[in-house]
């Protein structure tokens, strides 16, 4: 069983930047690949980026590609998503999610789910 938190949500205008993080709690962090979605009002979850276990391998949406960066750390049972050049299209709730498989894209893929952070983008 992991518990997700995710944190670093808020208000910011086009262009600026900010870095979500979400904490396991557990001893096995490790053990999963971790990856942050997004939704917003009317609109399905969508993947943002993924993460494998070791963090040697990451992938993002093209529509984040080159702007959002997902790490982790497995000494800190955290994953971060540092986001730059934010867009008023970037607005969602945004979420963090483990997997038990050793990397996964869709979001039925995955086992555990924080509660989520929004994240706003002002034009």
């Known amino acids: 069983q992991v518990q997700l938190v995710e944190s670093g949500g808020g208000l910011v205008q086009a262009g600026g930047s900010l870095t979500l993080s979400c904490t396991a709690s557990g001893r096995t962090f490790s053990s999963y690949a971790m990856g942050w979605f997004r939704q917003s009002p009317g609109k399905e979850r969508e993947f943002v980026a993924r993460?494998?276990?070791?963090?040697?391998?990451?992938s993002h949406a093209d529509s984040v590609n080159g702007r959002f960066t997902i790490s982790r750390d497995n000494a800190k049972n955290t994953v971060y998503l540092q986001m730059n050049s934010l867009k008023p299209e970037d607005t969602a709730v945004y979420y963090c999610a483990a997997t038990i498989l050793s990397i996964a894209t869709r979001w039925e893929n995955y086992d555990y789910w924080g509660q989520g952070t929004q994240v706003t983008v002002s034009s």
């Open positions: 993460i494998n276990r070791s963090g040697s391998t990451t």
